[in-house]
């Protein structure tokens, strides 16, 4: 059975968890027969992460910790940029810092969460939240998906990245996320690419 390793950059506390139950969940549906070891996320703040040398220096970490034919996954929100923009941006520099690298950039609008308010229905009573929750009519339209999450739970819980993005990640319907979300759908895409046999 294939093998392929993910090493991902990240700029939050709760991706470290969340991203590789992500991950695994994404292959398992797209290449049900490839292993994919998903070894704890580089956490890097967004802050130092778009500044030009904390990317490259990340990357190149990332690239000597996924081995030799391991691939690089670089996901951060993108807040108030244009995910069209920014993120090929960040490729190109990655891929130069780690030339022959399978490496791959995606920045969810506008936040991570916001692929949990595209399929917020399949969520409902879990932890703490609505039991009649529905998404939004435009998910990735909302600057605060945090907050909309927060506001949809009990009086005195709010939602807490480091306790409820893993478990989230675990059960929300990714199907109906990729329709709702196109960031979800290239994030979707790309993982899948990167599921591909090494170039030789």
């Not at 996320?41 to 778009?50: A, D």
Request: glycine share 8%; hydrophobic share 45%.
């Amino acid at each position: 059975m294939m093998r392929r390793t993910i090493l991902a950059i990240v700029e939050g506390h709760g991706e470290v968890t969340a991203l590789p139950e992500l991950l695994r969940r994404i292959a398992g549906e797209i290449s049900p027969d490839i292993v994919v070891e998903t070894p704890r996320p580089i956490r890097v703040p967004r802050n130092k992460l778009v500044k030009h040398g904390e990317l490259e220096r990340a990357v190149a970490f990332a690239s000597h910790l996924a081995g030799t034919d391991g691939c690089v996954l670089v996901l951060l929100d993108a807040d108030r940029d244009c995910p069209a923009e920014l993120a090929p941006q960040l490729l190109a520099r990655a891929v130069a810092a780690s030339p022959g690298r399978d490496i791959r950039a995606v920045l969810a609008k506008a936040e991570y969460e916001a692929w949990f308010l595209a399929a917020a229905g399949s969520l409902a009573g879990r932890r703490g939240l609505d039991e009649g929750l529905a998404s939004p009519g435009d998910p990735e339209a909302i600057q605060d998906a945090k907050g909309w999450l927060s506001a949809r739970m009990p009086l005195g819980r709010r939602y807490r990245e480091t306790l409820d993005q893993a478990a989230l990640t675990a059960t929300f319907d990714m199907a109906e996320a990729r329709r709702n979300s196109p960031s979800f759908a290239k994030l979707c895409r790309d993982v899948g690419s990167l599921l591909q046999p090494p170039k030789t």
